[in-house]
């Protein structure tokens, strides 16, 4: 607990976006390319342990087909459970598991354990973000740039994830057409 809040008082606001942001990306198998909507389903899952792809549709309004692929991915990465539910061997049980759990509790920290708060956090970004499918790691872009005001490209790249420097440079194009960002 008082580990907790010293965390979060020792952060600026950017700075606790950058770190939900980076316990996220932990919790989805350290993949940065993740969409914030997959991010959106595994805080969901957690919320409602047990709950069924009807359940997350019905409360996140995702389509049963992007839904499928989603409920997909996190199985093949481990992130979730499957398990028969007792009353109709149809339904699938879905619960958090392994380093997705550890993950996301970690994010929760910031979000004062509440699953409500980091949903907000998850659908602001998407607001903000403007794209069809924006990643994990274009809301870490966005919060380095909040975090730190006028940082060079440079500074945004090394605080970012080690991934390919291509498709670091693509993420931050593609921000700067669309007028998320600016370039200096």
Not at 161 to 169: D, E, K, Q
Request: glycine share 6%; with cysteine; proline share 2%.
């Amino acid at each position: 607990m008082v580990t907790n809040l010293a965390k979060r008082a020792m952060t600026t606001k950017g700075q606790k976006a950058c770190l939900v942001i980076d316990h996220l990306v932990e919790a989805l198998a350290g993949d940065p390319s993740s969409s914030l909507r997959r991010a959106l389903i595994l805080v969901d899952i957690d919320q409602y342990p047990g709950t069924t792809q009807t359940g997350i549709m019905e409360r996140l309004h995702i389509h049963k087909s992007a839904l499928n692929r989603e409920i997909e991915w996190l199985f093949n990465y481990g992130c979730i459970m499957l398990s028969d539910a007792k009353r109709d061997g149809r339904l699938k049980k879905i619960e958090l598991c392994g380093y997705s759990k550890t993950g996301l509790k970690a994010a929760l920290d910031y979000c004062d354990g509440e699953h409500e708060n980091m949903k907000a956090f998850i659908k602001q970004m998407i607001q903000t973000l403007k794209q069809e499918k924006p990643t994990l790691r274009d809301a870490r872009i966005i919060s380095t740039l909040y975090d730190k005001k006028d940082a060079t490209k440079q500074e945004v790249i090394d605080s970012l994830y080690n991934g390919p420097s291509s498709t670091v440079n693509r993420a931050i194009n593609k921000l700067v057409e669309e007028g998320v960002i600016e370039d200096a």
